[in-house]
Nanobody, 125 residues
């Protein structure tokens, strides 16, 4: 059972930056596609960014492309989400997710087997 623990959330002013981290408890993480999703207040959880097992393939939601960067360090069993030029509409709980045995990226929640508990990001105007 892979456990995912997110960190790095907090309160930031619009235009600022944050870096989220997601640490996995299991070495099988290195062979898993990973992603970040977010749930804004009163809304459904939505895809943010995904990365393949090697880091060679990434995908982004249109709303964050050019501002957010997903990356991973398999030696540390950790995936990151660098968030720049933050906007109030980026306020949400951010969740890390792992596909498990599939190496590829996906934008669909149902493709992800393991989920973290979430970390709150609040962007003030």
């Amino acid at each position: 059972q892979v456990q995912l623990v997110e960190s790095g959330g907090g309160l930031v002013q619009a235009g600022g930056s944050l870096r989220l981290s997601c640490a996995a408890s299991d070495r099988t993480f290195s062979s898993s596609g990973m992603a970040w999703f977010r749930r804004a207040p009163g809304k459904e959880r939505m895809f943010v960014a995904a990365i393949s097992w090697s880091g060679g393939s990434t995908r982004y939601a249109d709303s964050v492309a050019g501002r957010f960067t997903i990356s991973r360090d398999n030696a540390k069993n950790t995936v990151y989400l660098q968030m720049n030029s933050l906007k109030p509409e980026d306020t949400a709980v951010y969740y890390c997710a792992a596909r498990g045995t599939d190496l590829r990226t996906s934008v669909y929640e149902y493709d992800y087997r393991y989920w973290g508990q979430g970390t709150q990001v609040t962007v003030s105007s």
